[in-house]
Structure formats: structure tokens, C-alpha cells
């Protein structure tokens, strides 16, 4: 059983992977132990568009195998990244059923804080996700207290996405 952290950040490494890897573990706890999977899309950003490329081929087919997917982005212009949407347009129809997905942003705003409910949840549900959990969404200035925002928020989700 795999859960694949997807992160949509044009820069890798950052307060995305974290939240994102942070989010990641507690979930995979919740399950009893699962394996996690970070996926940078970074690292393909040059290469979404080449419909059929290989690489973006094989990290479509390892986060469609996942059990669940969580998904962390940046917020920017008050959505997600079009790093984020460039990839997953990649899927074809009901390219993450059988997965569950976690909405996860990260933003300097408050103002944007429904960002994850309003906007990157449709998106996993049009591609067949189940998203059984609230998505969680992480000011950037709160890294400090990361660990307890992420475990306030896996009290409620973590047993909506056990096994
Ligand atoms: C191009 C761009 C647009 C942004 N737009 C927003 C925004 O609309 N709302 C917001 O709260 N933060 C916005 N931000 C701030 C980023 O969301 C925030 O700095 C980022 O999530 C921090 O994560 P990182 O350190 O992993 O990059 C924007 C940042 C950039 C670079």
C-alpha cells in the first residue's frame, strides 16, 4: 500500500515538500504504516507537454497506482499551479479512480485559505479521486507549528483514510 506525495511547485525542495511530506507520513500512520512516495513534478516541468513523453508517462502510472495521492501545491493567483494542472491534464478520463486524494495548498494569504476546497478538489474528483477527507490548507508563515497543524487536521481525516 503506497502513498504518493504528488508536490506542484515549479521550485522543488521547499515549504511545499515539506507540508506536503509532512501531510504524507501522517497519513500513511493512519493506515498502519504505508509506504510514502515523494513525486517532485518539477522535475518534468519541461516535458508535460510532449503528450506521451516517457518520464511524464511513468510518474502518471505511479501515482494512479498509489493508494492515496496527496496532492501539495503553492497557491498562485489564488488557485493552484498551472505546473499542477499541466500534469495531471495528462490523465485520461477517471485516471485516479481507485485512489483517494488529499487536497493540500500551501499561501503567504488567508485570503485564499478555501483554495483547496473550491478549486484543487474538483479537480481531483473529475479525475475519479475519492476525496473523503477536508483538504488542508498551511500559511507559509506557520511552518513552526507544521507538526501540530497537521495532526489537528489528521484527528478527523486520518480515519476517513484508513484502510
Ligand atoms: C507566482 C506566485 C503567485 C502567488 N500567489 C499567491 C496567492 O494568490 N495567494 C497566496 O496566498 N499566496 C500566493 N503566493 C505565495 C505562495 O503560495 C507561497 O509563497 C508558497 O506557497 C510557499 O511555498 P514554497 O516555499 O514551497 O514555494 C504566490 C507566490 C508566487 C511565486
Redesign the pocket.
Known sequence: MTVAVLIG?P?PG????TVGQTVGAAVADARGGDAVVTIELASVASRLFDWGNTDVAALLGQVAAADIVVVAC?????TFTGLLKAFLDNFGNDGLAGCMAVPVM????L??ALAPEVHLRPLLVELGASVPSRGLYVL?STMDSLDQIVAEWAETAGPLLAR
Open positions: 511547485n521550485s521547499g515549504r511545499t515538500t503553492p497557491t498562485y493567483k489564488a500551501v499561501g503567504a494569504s485570503h485564499h507559509d
